[in-house]
Nanobody, 123 residues
Framework: VQLQASGGGLVQAGGSLRLSCEAS????????MGWFRQAPGKEREFVSC????????DYTDSVKGRFTISRDNAKRTVYLQMSRLKPEDTAVYYC?????????????????WGQGTLVTVSS
């Protein structure tokens, strides 16, 4: 399974971006999908996840109400719609897939990782 993240870029504070993560190989519709981010000089952290059936979605507190995760199984893609962006959202964003199908905040439970896409929010 390969995950290709895209959609990052430079945006002003208050702006929006939509990240995409397309999967090739495997059975995407059965995977739990997550987004993580790593800011400069910091450890990678959980952002959001969505269970295989869309029945469970989770967000870290700092993005609740601003970010929305969704998935399109026909396109084998998971999205992260980011709105009202803040400078502290600046990071490399990674998508990940959990073969077990769960929505989890735990990095080691994910089996596959994308290469990351850089989001820079200017003040």
């Amino acid at each position: 399974v390969q995950l290709q993240a895209s959609g990052g870029g430079l945006v002003q504070a208050g702006g929006s971006l939509r990240l995409s993560c397309e999967a090739s190989g495997g059975t995407f519709s059965t995977y739990g999908m997550g987004w993580f981010r790593q800011a400069p000089g910091k450890e990678r952290e959980f952002v959001s996840c969505i269970r295989w059936s869309d029945s469970i979605i989770d967000y870290t507190d700092s993005v609740k109400g601003r970010f929305t995760i969704s998935r399109d199984n026909a396109k084998r893609t998971v999205y992260l719609q980011m709105s009202r962006l803040k400078p502290e959202d600046t990071a490399v964003y990674y998508c990940a897939a959990d073969k077990a199908g769960w929505c989890t905040r735990t990095e080691y439970e994910y089996d596959y990782w994308g290469q990351g896409t850089l989001v820079t929010v200017s003040s």
